[in-house]
Antibody, heavy 117, light 107 residues
């Protein structure tokens, strides 16, 4: 059974940093591209970032986070990461880890990031 | 960026009735279109991919059609558990983009 366990969310001040993690199981993690999708309170879904399979040499970012967020993966730990720097109020959202095939076929339960002073 | 436009924003229907949801792309996404169902407090779940292939967790009353720029999600006879928000996603071009969602509510 595919499982994605998101963690690392919390309350952070504007300008601060946070690193999200996603522990994957139930599939061969290194064989699949992965991504992050977020959902602001009461709003729709927004794709944030994606990383290719295997070595993760290809990464992609939404314009809204480019230069501030970094996606990475550790295939030895079956874990996906999202390093978020220079956080803004508008980054407040539930962040979901998703498996790509190439659509998003499995989703984590989400981790809440709140940016507020 | 490809803009995905869903209509209507809210669909009020009675149980047992057929529901038709629309998703339009600002340029062709071929058949690289997925639909997701999201219930309050839950993560979205994959419903349809490749525009018309139904995910195994969902019953046959759900169907998807279309290609290029026009797509439709049909629920043939709405059940109580189908009341939710539905999103479309194009995964043909970067950035990947979602529609704004259609809320299906009980009439």
């Amino acid at each position: 059974e595919v499982q994605l366990l998101d963690s690392g969310g919390g309350l952070v001040q504007p300008g601060g940093s946070l690193r999200l993690s996603c522990a994957a199981s139930g599939f061969t993690f290194s064989n699949y591209a992965m991504a992050w999708v977020r959902q602001a309170p009461g709003k729709g879904l927004e794709w944030v970032s994606a990383i290719s399979d295997s070595g993760g040499r290809s990464t992609y970012y939404a314009e809204s986070v480019k230069g501030r967020f970094t996606i990475s993966r550790d295939n030895s730990r079956n874990t996906l990461y999202l390093q978020m720097n220079s956080l803004r109020d508008e980054d407040t959202a539930i962040y979901y880890c998703v498996k790509r095939d190439p659509h998003f076929d499995y989703w984590g339960q989400g981790t809440l990031v709140t940016v507020s002073s | 960026e490809i803009v995905m436009t869903q209509s209507p924003g809210t669909l009020s229907v009675s149980p047992g009735v057929r529901a038709t949801l629309s998703c339009r792309a600002s340029q062709s996404v071929r058949s690289n279109l997925a639909w997701y169902q999201q219930k309050p407090g839950q993560a979205p779940r994959l419903l349809i991919y490749g525009a018309s292939t139904r995910a195994t967790a969902f019953p046959a009353r759900f169907s998807g059609s279309g290609s290029g720029t026009e797509f439709t999600l049909t629920i043939s006879s709405l059940q109580s558990e189908d009341f939710a928000v539905y999103y479309c996603l194009q995964y043909n071009n970067w950035p990947l983009t979602f529609g704004q969602g259609t809320k299906v509510e009980i009439k």
